[in-house]
């Protein structure tokens, strides 16, 4: 009760220093307010000492790799990303790892971290899926909550995003989701709406689209009347970066902050919005006050400033990483028990694939996060086995559709003291004098609109001077490819290898040049490398980009063949499968449900030679299997983060037990997809959501499709026996039910299992989908022990949305639960009657 007063008296405390700030604000300063300064910051008012809060992009890490107006550079922990937090099924876990992210964040000066994303995973196809949490709102949800409890523990504040219905990147930033209320509050606001009621986070995110024809950002019905009035939303509103399209229209319909700055349509067209009764002042104070309780929240205005100090890239943080990877990857097929693998047995291990040599630790996008270290599978299979086992790799195939950024291992200083590239900025367009600022700089990319790439560089006018080596791995024939604004040149070992001058155009199409060329490189040799970046002085966007890989030149067939060959002489083969770097990403999206290159080809080839084959893959989305009853294991490892290939080597061994189940259902084609349904199912200008509530599993449990995999699905290398499930036989509309049931592990390793619980309305005056997540647990268990799991259920998880009635309604009748290890493997089921 104490703790509940003193929050209650903290809070009134905000609310009285805000209405004395906003009273003593002039229109100008209170408009000020409702935009950025630059990228990341919002306005401050130094006459009244009110600072600006610091933004940066998450979610799964803190992304300031890229030069970045007024922030700190350098390289932060990569968690890994969305989908692997809701795989876990463990809300602890995410709470711990929110906790991380916060204290990162605060480490790297800044005051909000841009996520989570909950968008619903709508289509297999969907470029950020892997940012996501699930198809489910409930799973979503539990997820939501616990990370952003754990970011806002550490004084800094989340974005909940991208509010609402942003399902695919295809003509996101004009393209509207056409979706009926009951399918916007069941399916896609209900993980937005726990996350507003029961974690409080400082800011949501209005996404690019619209919906229902009207501008997220514009939105009155899901900005005020929902987010604000109804749920009680007390932060503010901030549009995606670029996602304002009005003037006022878009502040009365509840925008209260529009990104990045300076003011595209507020700022001083806003003021005169005023100042023409287009729109009222109280209109300003209420997106103002919004602005200045969360600036009171950060802390930012207390003497003494007393903000957490944080910190980045700590032991813990690492461990933290690996520990979510670990109990994120999912364990799909096992026949034989091959997994784990058994080293007694063992004495040769073949590594193939394109995702053996080279963690793949995340998506492209905003999220991409540049970490301290990656590990890779083959280096951390080699590392633990040690001389005791033969591991041998071969390539096989590659995987990349367009060529990929070089390599950051293949980048080092000047002097080859560390990673990156030595990076000197100059205040002027000719590379002339002292560079005004000289930092170590970790890739060879970046992309600046309207902002300084460096401190005391202006932002209209400068050049750039990359130095350092490259040295590739092996002898080859490499393509360098660069894409780019403004003046590029590329030397190797002070020859001129490519140039490429400022493109004329006003469109970004054609002001964005690319060039090639192959070039025959010498494995283990530094190169001397040099880049010189002139910025165009005819467009604001700074856009470079140095991509290489090795030329195959017709050798695909000979990579592959020497794979086949490996497999066919070691006990074991390992593939490691799945997307390049950056290739499901913000801002697209894939074509189809296929493994980029070869690997089908390859997977196949290699299980006809090797009858101990295990396919890994590195996926934050469903992929085609043509291969899947041939292959006899099968692991799903997401995007694991800088500690992949440790987690995964862990869980192969034997060292972790699987425990992770699927938060999506991997249909076994795209045809099979419920939104695949609708001819616009995604990438149109019209996006029809024609199906409705029946969205992943409730589809394929309506219409009796069977998955290639089910939701909730992941094998263990133990076994669970769930005891009879117990519930009440008359529950009171409005008193809670209580339901529980047992679990043994009745194998003979320790493990956890994932307890779900679903619930079925037997009769409802609407339709409902055969059954609905409403609860889960993730249990650790020792061999032989048994513990009780027991869950509450409310009045909410009993109801659905009707539209007639303008609310949620729980209708008296006969409810069915059912508990299992996953949507189709159904344990348990118990009735009971609502009265």
């Known amino acids: 009760?104490?703790?509940?007063?003193?929050?209650?008296?903290?809070?009134?405390?905000?609310?009285?220093?805000?209405?004395?700030?906003?009273?003593?604000?002039?229109?100008?300063?209170?408009?000020?307010?409702?935009?950025?300064?630059?990228?990341?910051?919002?306005?401050?008012?130094?006459?009244?000492?009110?600072?600006?809060?610091?933004?940066?992009?998450?979610?799964?890490?803190?992304?300031?790799?890229?030069?970045?107006?007024?922030?700190?550079?350098?390289?932060?922990?990569?968690?890994?990303?969305?989908?692997?937090?809701?795989?876990?099924?463990?809300?602890?876990?995410?709470?711990?790892?929110?906790?991380?992210?916060?204290?990162?964040?605060?480490?790297?000066?800044?005051?909000?971290?841009?996520?989570?994303?909950?968008?619903?995973?709508?289509?297999?196809?969907?470029?950020?899926?892997?940012?996501?949490?699930?198809?489910?709102?409930?799973?979503?949800?539990?997820?939501?909550?616990?990370?952003?409890?754990?970011?806002?523990?550490?004084?800094?504040?989340?974005?909940?995003?991208?509010?609402?219905?942003?399902?695919?990147?295809?003509?996101?930033?004009?393209?509207?989701?056409?979706?009926?209320?009951?399918?916007?509050?069941?399916?896609?606001?209900?993980?937005?709406?726990?996350?507003?009621?029961?974690?409080?986070p400082w800011t949501?995110?209005?996404?690019?689209?619209?919906?229902?024809?009207?501008?997220?950002?514009?939105?009155?019905?899901?900005?005020?009347?929902?987010?604000?009035?109804?749920?009680?939303?007390?932060?503010?509103?901030?549009?995606?970066?670029?996602?304002?399209?009005?003037i006022f229209e878009s502040v009365q319909g509840g925008l209260d902050l529009e990104m990045p700055g300076p003011a595209r349509y507020f700022g001083d067209f806003l003021m005169q919005a005023v100042q023409n009764w287009q729109i009222d002042e109280a209109v300003i104070d209420k997106a103002a006050r919004r602005i200045l309780r969360i600036i009171l929240k950060s802390g930012k205005m207390d003497k003494p400033v007393k903000l957490l100090k944080g910190s980045v890239n700590t032991p813990a943080h690492e461990a933290l990483a690996r520990e979510l990877a670990e109990e994120a990857i999912t364990l799909l097929k096992n026949d034989g028990k091959l997994l784990p693998l058994d080293m007694k047995k063992v004495k040769s291990i073949a590594v193939?694939?394109?995702?053996?040599?080279?963690?793949?630790?995340?998506?492209?996008?905003?999220?991409?996060?540049?970490?301290?270290?990656?590990?890779?599978?083959?280096?951390?299979?080699?590392?633990?086995?040690?001389?005791?086992?033969?591991?041998?790799?071969?390539?096989?195939?590659?995987?990349?559709?367009?060529?990929?950024?070089?390599?950051?291992?293949?980048?080092?200083?000047?002097?080859?003291?560390?990673?990156?590239?030595?990076?000197?900025?100059?205040?002027?367009?000719?590379?002339?004098?002292?560079?005004?600022?000289?930092?170590?700089?970790?890739?060879?990319?970046?992309?600046?609109?309207?902002?300084?790439?460096?401190?005391?560089?202006?932002?209209?006018?400068?050049?750039?001077?990359?130095?350092?080596?490259?040295?590739?791995?092996?002898?080859?024939?490499?393509?360098?490819?660069?894409?780019?604004?403004?003046?590029?040149?590329?030397?190797?070992?002070?020859?001129?290898?490519?140039?490429?001058?400022?493109?004329?155009?006003?469109?970004?199409?054609?002001?964005?040049?690319q060039k090639s060329v192959e070039k025959e490189l010498a494995g283990g040799h530094p190169y001397a490398l040099k880049i010189e970046y002139i910025k165009s002085l005819r467009h604001g966007l700074s856009v470079g980009r140095l991509a290489m890989a090795a030329s195959l030149k017709g050798r695909a067939n000979e990579k592959m063949q020497k794979a086949i060959e490996l497999a066919s002489k070691c006990d074991v083969a390992l593939i490691f499968a799945g997307m390049p770097e950056g290739y499901e990403t913000e801002g697209n999206d894939r074509?189809?449900?296929?493994?980029?290159?070869?690997?089908?080809?390859?997977?196949?080839?290699?299980?006809?030679?090797?009858?101990?084959?295990?396919?890994?893959?590195?996926?934050?989305?469903?992929?085609?299997?043509?291969?899947?009853?041939?292959?006899?294991?099968?692991?799903?490892?997401?995007?694991?983060?800088?500690?992949?290939?440790?987690?995964?080597?862990?869980?192969l061994l034997g060292e972790i037990n699987p425990s992770g189940k699927l938060s999506i259902t991997f249909p076994k084609k795209l045809e099979n997809n419920p939104a695949y349904l609708n001819s616009s199912y995604y990438g149109a200008r019209k996006v029809i959501y024609g199906e409705g509530i029946f969205i992943g599993y409730r589809y394929y449990d309506q219409r009796g499709v069977k998955p290639l995999f089910p939701f909730g699905f992941g094998l263990s290398y133990t076994t669970y026996k769930y005891g009879k499930v117990k519930a009440p036989k008359k529950v009171k509309k409005g008193k809670p039910v209580e339901i529980s049931v047992t679990v043994k592990n009745t194998g003979d390793r320790a493990g956890k299992e994932v307890v779900q619980l679903y619930v079925s309305d037997k009769a409802s005056s609407l339709p409902r989908p055969p059954k609905e997540l409403k609860g889960f647990s993730k249990v650790a268990l020792e061999p032989g022990e048994t513990k009780t799991v027991t869950f509450t259920l409310d009045e909410r998880a009993l109801s659905f949305y009707d539209p007639q009635q303008g609310g949620w309604v729980a209708e008296p009748g006969e409810f069915e639960v059912l508990v299992g290890s996953s949507s189709r493997d159904i344990r348990g089921k118990a009735t009971f009657t609502l009265v």
């Open 204 to 246: 949501v995110m209005c996404s690019y689209n619209r919906i229902n024809g009207v501008y997220a950002s514009q939105n009155n019905h899901l900005q005020n009347e929902i987010l604000k009035d109804e749920w009680g939303f007390d932060g503010f509103v901030v549009s995606d970066w670029g996602a304002n399209h009005t």
């Open 352 to 513: 193939i694939g394109p995702n053996a040599a080279e963690a793949r630790i995340g998506g492209g996008g905003s999220s991409y996060v540049v970490p301290p270290y990656r590990v890779s599978p083959l280096e951390a299979l080699k590392a633990r086995l040690g001389k005791l086992v033969k591991v041998e790799y071969e390539l096989g195939c590659d995987n990349y559709v367009e060529l990929p950024i070089v390599n950051d291992d293949w980048l080092s200083l000047p002097d080859g003291s560390g990673k990156g590239l030595k990076g000197e900025y100059f205040n002027n367009a000719d590379l002339s004098g002292e560079p005004a600022s000289v930092r170590t700089d970790p890739r060879a990319e970046f992309w600046m609109s309207g902002s300084t790439p460096a401190e005391n560089v202006s932002k209209d006018k400068f050049s750039i001077r990359w130095t350092g080596q490259l040295t590739v791995p092996d002898t080859d024939t490499y393509t360098l490819w660069i894409g780019h604004t403004g003046t590029y040149r590329l030397y190797l070992d002070n020859d001129l290898v490519l140039e490429d001058l400022d493109p004329e155009g006003e469109r970004f199409e054609d002001r964005f040049s």
């Open 591 to 651: 074509p189809d449900m296929e493994l980029p290159g070869m690997q089908n080809e390859l997977i196949e080839a290699v299980t006809k030679v090797n009858k101990n084959t295990v396919v890994v893959l590195n996926v934050g989305s469903p992929v085609r299997m043509p291969w899947i009853d041939e292959v006899p294991a099968l692991v799903e490892a997401y995007y694991p983060g800088q500690e992949a290939g440790n987690a995964v080597a862990k869980v």
């Open 1 to 200: 009760m104490a703790k509940k007063n003193k929050a209650q008296n903290i809070k009134k405390d905000i609310e009285v220093r805000v209405e004395e700030l906003l009273s003593q604000l002039t229109l100008r300063e209170k408009v000020s307010l409702l935009s950025g300064k630059d990228e990341w910051n919002t306005v401050p008012i130094e006459r009244l000492g009110i600072p600006s809060i610091t933004m940066t992009d998450g979610p799964h890490g803190v992304r300031a790799g890229n030069p970045e107006t007024g922030r700190k550079v350098g390289p932060s922990t990569c968690f890994p990303t969305g989908i692997s937090m809701a795989s876990s099924w463990n809300t602890e876990l995410v709470e711990r790892v929110g906790k991380a992210l916060g204290e990162e964040t605060r480490g790297m000066g800044c005051d909000i971290l841009l996520g989570p994303c909950v968008n619903i995973v709508r289509t297999p196809l969907a470029g950020r899926n892997f940012e996501a949490f699930s198809e489910d709102p409930y799973l979503a949800g539990k997820i939501g909550v616990a990370f952003v409890n754990g970011v806002q523990s550490q004084q800094v504040g989340t974005s909940v995003k991208h509010y609402a219905t942003n399902n695919c990147e295809i003509e996101r930033h004009r393209g509207s989701s056409e979706v009926d209320e009951r399918t916007l509050r069941e399916i896609y606001l209900a993980q937005f709406e726990a996350i507003v009621k029961e974690a409080k």
